[in-house]
């Protein structure tokens, strides 16, 4: 809240100066100062809180069964977390589905540890074990940072999952009458000085998909990619998909073969 | 108990560049929750920071500083090798200590 009321000082300063240069030139000066407030904040981006307490989380003895994690296989084999987040989300054949590093994350402390998978999916965002499952994503996903996305096609079902996914990023409805293309469908849109970036083809490194998990300063909380499409939804005013339902799936799939390429720059830094 | 700090010490030329990340809720105390009723304060107030057991920063903190708070100060007199301490206690009575070593 505090930050946020900073940085709405930063804008209106930003777009006062910028305003005696003339009407274009505004919204760079004002993009640029985002920028420079973003690169102060960086030094200290408060996601590696999370990802510390991840890696505890990690090694740590839990739930029923008082194993670590350490054995999980989150597709490179039990235990690697380098580069896992990469080549997610895909097809695992021990569970027979799609998993997203959130989803396939339950399915681990529910086989590891013993905990109850359906309670770990619909728990509250940010409260009890959905806070650690945060910092474990956190902890996994930065083990991929500066690297680049390649999240597969080869399985039919990862296939049939794009599909799907291009066709709800494309579906409008809702009071609005939105899609997720509305705002992520062309190049160089913005809503208010937020850039928004173009879904429907690779974004860029460090953007779109390849900045989630993400800490938001505005409301410190750190979101990964589930809660962002959440709220996708509920800003497009759209009934809010259950936590690791197949639309979000999809829609990741769909995002994240776009980005193929694209450099990680998890854990970023947003308003 | 509360989680840990991330700590990070630099010397450059004679200076050391210690920069600190803190995981705490700072609760102002002046917000209200959806029923209205008010959010009882909860907020880092003592911080103090030393080098070799000698105290380098004391710092108060009110609720007026942000959730999870970064800190960044110099100090003179540090060495290769030291540790710096850095121990908050908030108003609750919770406190944590943590450290690191200047490289």
């Known amino acids: 809240m505090k930050k946020a009321m900073a940085l709405r000082q930063i804008f209106v300063a930003a777009t006062l100066t910028a305003g005696v240069l003339g009407g274009a030139h505004a919204q760079d000066a004002s993009a640029d100062a985002i920028a420079k407030y973003r690169e102060m904040l960086a030094d200290g981006n408060p996601a590696e809180l999370f990802e510390m307490k991840g890696e505890e989380l990690w090694k740590q003895k839990r739930g029923p069964k008082k194993a670590s994690l350490e054995q999980c296989d989150l ?20 569970t027979g589905r799609i998993q997203d590093l959130e989803t396939r994350l339950i399915t681990c402390m529910e086989t590891l540890q ?10 509250s965002y940010g409260k009890d074990e959905s806070k650690n499952m945060i910092a474990l994503v956190t902890y996994i996903a930065t083990a991929s940072k500066g690297k680049r996305f390649n999240v597969s096609q080869a399985h039919e079902q990862e296939r049939n999952m794009y599909e799907v996914g291009k066709r709800l990023f494309f579906m409008r409805s809702g009071p609005h009458d939105f899609s997720c293309a509305t705002c992520h469908g062309q190049d160089g849109k913005r809503i208010r000085l937020q850039d928004l970036p173009n879904l429907t083809t690779n974004p860029g490194d460090g953007v779109g998909f390849a ?5 938001r300063v505005s409301n410190g909380q750190l979101w990964t990619m589930q809660k962002r499409l959440n709220d996708c939804y509920r800003q497009q005013r759209f009934p809010e998909p259950k936590f690791g339902s197949d639309a979000t799936l999809a829609l990741s799939i769909y995002m994240g073969v776009n980005a193929k390429g694209a450099e990680s720059a998890i854990p970023a830094l947003k308003r | 108990m509360a989680d840990p700090m991330r700590i990070r010490a630099a ?3 004679d200076e050391t560049t210690v920069r600190v990340l803190m995981a705490h809720i700072m609760e102002p105390g002046t917000r209200k929750d959806a029923a209205g009723a008010l959010i009882p304060a909860h907020f880092i107030q003592d911080v103090e920071a030393t080098s070799n057991g000698k105290s380098v920063l004391k710092a108060m903190f009110s609720g007026s500083v942000s ?3 970064f800190l960044s100060f110099k100090f003179k007199g540090g060495a290769k090798g030291d540790k710096v301490v850095v121990k908050w206690s908030d108003n609750k009575g919770d406190s944590r200590s943590d ?4 490289g």
């Open chain 1, 211 to 215: 900045a989630w998990p993400a800490y």
């Open chain 2, 67 to 69: 959730q999870n708070p």
């Open chain 1, 114 to 123: 013993g905990f109850n998978g359906e309670e770990l999916l619909n728990t």
């Open chain 2, 99 to 102: 450290e690191a070593t200047i």
């Open chain 2, 11 to 13: 010397l450059a030329g």
């Open chain 1, 75 to 94: 597709g490179k084999g039990p235990g690697v977390i380098d580069g896992a987040l990469l080549e997610l989300p895909k097809y695992f054949a021990d």
